[in-house]
């Protein structure tokens, strides 16, 4: 089954995080059945002060308000809590992956949509895991905001429903449809931009700390670049993290193939993500290029 096993890889490679907000607009359709009607909206790209973009996962738009939805499509243990920079995934082989904080990410988005729409408009943070993992120590303090997996979504927000008031009419859910419809329908070059953009800050290891970090990257898929046993940290002023998957960057050593023995930062999360920076050898400040 060479050609489909092939297809079947690159699908699950390429997509499984667009699988994971399909699966997740998917529970949103059931919770309008039950009368807890909405606008969901998917992969919208707001303008930033900085010219570039940020990307919200989905949005579901109620008379409630609008609940803004961060889906992550992990497996294995997460712990983190609402105010650390990194949240840590433990796999069953005892590897542990560190990615960026989801409730500070999408925190940023809610800025933007905010700052987009013009106005005070009450959002709700919804961070949603596959139901893969196990949220084994997950702590929040401030209001407004869940972590959750993606079963218990229609029970979250029959549970907002009943204790959360009315704030918007009909006529105000149609008028924010009608201004962030217009945002899902980015062409190649936006989306592409945004990439670059997200690319751009991890050139610069100290800033990028305080970067909004999306998934919103292109995958990578180089056999010959196997990590290494003996992977090096980055220390923490030079944290490198993943613009695909949010997992941090370590410094690995090809094994293999016409690259063996060159160095190049690899995704923390792999084989899950594949996601190579590769380093110039010829260069003593090394500059960084992406591997498509």
């Known amino acids: 089954m060479g050609l489909l096993g092939d297809l079947i890889g690159s699908y699950l490679r390429d997509d499984i995080g667009k699988y994971g907000e399909s699966l997740t607009e998917w529970k949103l359709e059931w919770a309008k059945l039950f009368g807890r009607k909405g606008?969901?909206?998917k992969n919208l790209y707001l303008p930033t002060e900085d010219g570039g973009t940020s990307e919200i996962d989905l949005v579901y738009i109620t008379k409630k308000g609008i609940f803004v939805i961060e889906s992550?499509?992990?497996?294995?243990?997460?712990?983190?809590?609402?105010?650390?920079?990194?949240?840590?995934?433990?796999?069953?082989?005892?590897?542990?992956?560190?990615?960026?904080?989801?409730?500070?990410?999408?925190?940023?988005?809610?800025?933007?949509l905010k700052s987009y729409l013009g106005e005070e408009v009450f959002c709700y943070s919804i961070i949603v895991f596959s139901e893969r993992c196990e949220l084994k120590k997950v702590t929040t303090r401030s209001e407004?905001?869940?972590?959750?997996?993606?079963?218990?979504?229609?029970?979250?927000?029959?549970?907002?429903?009943?204790?959360?008031?009315?704030?918007l009419d009909e006529t105000k859910i149609e008028e924010i449809r009608q201004k962030l419809e217009v945002l899902t329908n980015?062409?190649?070059?936006?989306?592409?931009?945004?990439?670059?953009?997200?690319q751009s800050r991890f050139?610069?290891?100290?800033?990028?700390?305080?970067?909004?970090?999306?998934?919103?990257?292109?995958?990578?898929?180089?056999?010959e670049l196997n990590p290494s046993e003996s992977d090096v940290p980055l220390s923490e002023d030079q944290q490198l993290i993943c613009p695909r998957c949010g997992a941090a960057l370590v410094l690995r050593t090809a094994k293999k193939g016409a690259n063996a023995g060159n160095q190049f930062y690899g995704c923390s999360a792999f084989p899950k993500c594949r996601?190579?920076?590769?380093?110039?050898?010829t260069d003593s400040n090394p500059t960084f290029t992406e591997e498509q």
Request: net charge negative; proline share 4%; with cysteine.
């Open 39 to 41: 606008v969901t909206l």
């Open 275 to 281: 996601y190579i920076r590769q380093i110039e050898p």
């Open 144 to 167: 407004n905001i869940s972590v959750i997996h993606r079963d218990e979504l229609n029970g979250e927000l029959r549970y907002l429903w009943k204790r959360m008031e009315d704030s």
């Open 72 to 112: 992550k499509n992990y497996s294995g243990w997460i712990f983190g809590d609402e105010y650390s920079q990194y949240w840590t995934q433990c796999l069953p082989n005892h590897e542990r992956n560190r990615f960026y904080n989801p409730i500070k990410q999408n925190r940023t988005h809610i800025k933007w």
């Open 203 to 223: 050139q610069n290891p100290v800033s990028s700390l305080q970067s909004e970090v999306t998934a919103a990257e292109t995958e990578t898929e180089i056999d």
């Open 186 to 198: 980015a062409d190649a070059d936006t989306k592409q931009a945004h990439i670059d953009s997200i």
